[in-house]
């Protein structure tokens, strides 16, 4: 095997690793941009109620909006009644 071709089989086997290392060691580039989409309604909700289903629905609402979760996620969550009673 040649210098130059030993060369471009490494190349050719480090790129890929170096990118998925990289993608994999990221970290969320604005976390008050994140809080902002998800908001803070959940904290204290347990679905118990009324008000706390009221609370995890706006959640829902800003991941959807957001683009976090897909149209057919979204649509799931508004599939059954929540709140028992």
């Not at 809080?35 to 118990?48: F, I, K, M, P, S």
């Not at 009324?50 to 995890?56: G, H, K, T």
């Amino acid at each position: 095997m040649t210098l130059r071709a030993a060369l471009t089989r490494s190349a050719l086997i480090m790129m890929p690793a170096l990118m998925l290392a990289g993608c994999g060691t990221s970290h969320p580039a604005n976390v008050p941009g994140l809080r902002g989409v998800v908001g803070t309604d959940l904290v204290g909700a347990r679905g118990a109620t009324p008000a706390d289903q009221r609370r995890i629905d706006r959640t829902v609402v800003g991941l959807c909006a957001g683009g976090v979760w897909t149209k057919a996620e979204c649509a799931k969550h508004g599939e059954h009644d929540h709140v028992a009673g």
